[in-house]
């Protein structure tokens, strides 16, 4: 089977390339999986450079869309053919993939292979940022960083469709133009004055009432001076690294701030939480109220290069890899 694998820590490179890897067997409660497209996120990255270690030698990835190939025993409920994918089912970066088929979800004919490889993850964070974390409500302000990024496009979308008013901030001319796009109101640059920005913006209340950060080191300290007061700044990447440990006190010198590091996981805590909230992402990108957009596609021989450009932040929407 062709696949990668990762056998020390470190940077791109150390992304290496087999066609000879074992292929998978399905144990009890897996089916095996014909990959078709493998979405790639940071967790990817954060895996490969050790800051979240697994055990070595291995295969990253957790993310993908194929089609069921085998049955394990203790899988009913699914059969040879169905279209499924997933966001939390490891070595993903591979032609096959064993995985469990209580993280499966089916995927509707309409949605093609490479978005649905990549909308769980992205789309699934999303979801519960705007509708768990943030509870955003009509009028509710919010402010987001990585705005043309492939959480930030969809994060707009349903934080508009949830009523909100939405500030984004990116670094080209062409992100803004996906960010007006996606429904932002109002696009912003990291060399802009936030706070000051974010202020006049929302008037009295003299912030925002969320600020979503997935950029991390680079962003977070402005990111706390551009919420209101008793306003919510919810962490939830760190694109740029991660944020430096801080006094608590902080918080309470820029308004008594709530603070908050979600991680997908808590949000699909179980297979019922798992399947309403995918149910609700890819009904709204079957039925096109909810646009997803692939910016990049390599091929996984060429993961390094999907590497390189993701943690350049050069790329927009989601990226893909095509086995």
């Known amino acids: ?29 897996e089916v095996l999986v014909s990959v078709d497209a493998v979405g790639v996120n ?39 053919g169905d279209r499924v994918a997933w966001c939390n089912a490891p070595d993903s970066y591979a032609e096959s993939v064993a995985a469990p088929a209580d993280s499966l979800i089916a995927v509707p004919d309409a949605i093609p292979d490479d978005v649905a490889a990549s909308i769980l993850l992205q789309g699934l964070t999303a979801h519960f940022l705007v509708h768990d974390v943030g509870r955003l409500s009509p009028g509710d302000t919010v402010l987001l960083t990585a705005g043309a990024g492939g959480v930030g496009l969809l994060l707009t979308q349903l934080a508009v ?16 133009e996906l960010a007006r796009d996606a429904g932002a109101e109002l696009v912003l640059r990291y060399d ?13 209340a003299g912030g925002a009432d969320v600020v979503f950060d997935g950029v991390g080191r680079d962003t977070f300290d402005t990111s706390l001076r551009c919420a209101r007061v008793r306003g919510l700044v919810a962490l939830f990447g760190a694109a740029s690294g991660a944020v430096p440990p801080m006094d608590p006190q902080k918080l309470n010198e820029h308004g008594s701030l709530f603070l908050t590091r979600p991680h997908l996981r808590h949000f699909i805590h179980d297979r019922a939480e798992l399947t309403a909230r995918a149910d609700d992402v890819l009904g709204r990108v079957a039925d096109g109220s909810l646009r997803v957009r692939v910016g990049e596609r390599f091929p996984l021989s060429d993961a390094a290069a999907a590497h390189r450009a993701l943690q350049a932040r050069s790329t927009t929407g989601s990226v893909v890899l095509l086995p």
């Not at 089977?1 to 009890?28: A, C, K, Q």
């Not at 670094?171 to 803004?176: F, V």
């Not at 802009?192 to 009295?204: F, H, I, K, Y």
């Open 1 to 29: 089977m062709r696949g990668i694998i990762i056998e020390s820590f470190g940077g791109p490179d150390h992304l290496n390339f087999r066609e000879d890897l074992p292929d998978p067997v399905p144990g009890e409660g």
């Open 42 to 80: 940071f967790t990817d990255v954060y895996q490969r450079e050790g800051i979240y270690p697994r055990p070595l030698p291995f295969t990253p990835g957790a993310e993908g869309a194929g089609r069921i190939a085998a049955l394990g025993p203790g899988t009913s409920g699914w059969a040879v």
């Open 161 to 176: 469709a949830a009523g909100a008013r939405v500030a984004s901030v990116v670094s080209s001319d062409a992100k803004e």
């Open 192 to 204: 802009d004055d936030l706070p000051s920005r974010v202020r006049e913006w929302t008037g009295a």
